[in-house]
């Protein structure tokens, strides 16, 4: 059986679901239902889950703020349901790996559908390489997210963690989605692979940070995902033809 912390802002779906998951003779249980981030918490400290499914009754806010303290201690697999159906939403949802974002009431087909995808993807690893190669993009109540709209998720997620490591494989395993797949479907939207995209956008911050700031080179570094200073000396100078010391020189002396 897979045991569910239920996050209940709602306060009217607990009997909902647990009917559900009866009526439909589901591996998934209810261990239990809490109503605030910091309980949450608590509870996963105590018991071993293997969901949390969050019903926000209205207040999507209300539910990346549990979100976001849950990911600082576990990488479980999140459901949210209740939420609005606007891209800032499932833009921050992404970045905090939720596995779905069922917008909108409460949605018996919809949640049941979504714990079954997830059932497949707890399965051991050999199961699921052995399933098919494509899997489901993040979804809105069950409906495939145009494939423009997820390049932009991507974009985002890529302008808000800059400074981390971050490779588009990643990022796929975060939307559900096949990685060269999603490689060829970014090319084909922005005219760039994803490398190259990524590597524009780290020099072109690097590019303002030595214009309009006074940090050091190896902070600046930092900012946009390189750890190696050297690294970032050979690919700034291969992007732009100069080294960071001359363009932030060059750009004082033109200012």
């Not at 949390?52 to 576990?74: D, Y």
């Not at 949210?80 to 606007?86: A, C, L, Q, V």
């Not at 590019?207 to 000396?233: H, P, Q």
Request: charged share 20%; proline share 2%.
């Amino acid at each position: 059986m897979h045991n569910i912390l239920l996050v209940d802002f709602s306060c009217c779906v607990f009997g909902d679901i647990q009917q559900l998951l009866r009526r439909s003779n589901s591996e998934y249980i209810i261990g239990d239902r809490v109503d605030s981030a910091q309980s949450a918490v608590s509870a996963l400290s105590k018991q071993q889950f293997t969901v949390v499914l969050i019903s926000t009754g209205g207040c999507a806010a209300a539910g990346l703020w549990v979100c976001h303290h849950i990911r600082k201690i576990s990488q479980i697999p999140i459901l949210i349901m209740g939420g609005h159906d606007h891209f800032q939403l499932v833009r921050k949802a992404l970045a905090y790996q939720v596995s779905d974002y069922l917008p909108g009431r409460f949605n018996a087909s919809a949640l049941l559908n979504s714990l079954n995808r997830l059932k497949s993807r707890l399965e051991p690893e050999q199961t699921r390489r052995n399933s098919s190669s494509v899997r489901p993009i993040l979804q809105l109540e069950g409906k495939h997210i145009p494939s423009a709209e997820v390049i932009k998720i991507i974009k985002a997620y890529v302008l808000d963690h800059l400074s981390e490591d971050i490779t588009l494989k990643k990022i796929s395993d975060m939307v559900h989605f096949n990685c060269a797949y999603l490689g060829q479907k970014f090319k084909l939207e922005e005219s760039m692979s994803f490398n190259d995209y990524l590597l524009q956008q780290r020099m072109e911050k690097a590019k303002l940070l030595l214009k309009s700031t006074d940090l050091r080179i190896y902070e600046i570094a930092a900012e946009v995902g390189y750890m190696d200073t050297d690294w970032f000396y050979k690919k700034f100078r291969a992007y732009t033809g100069v080294s960071p010391n001359a363009y932030r020189k060059l750009k004082t002396f033109t200012a």
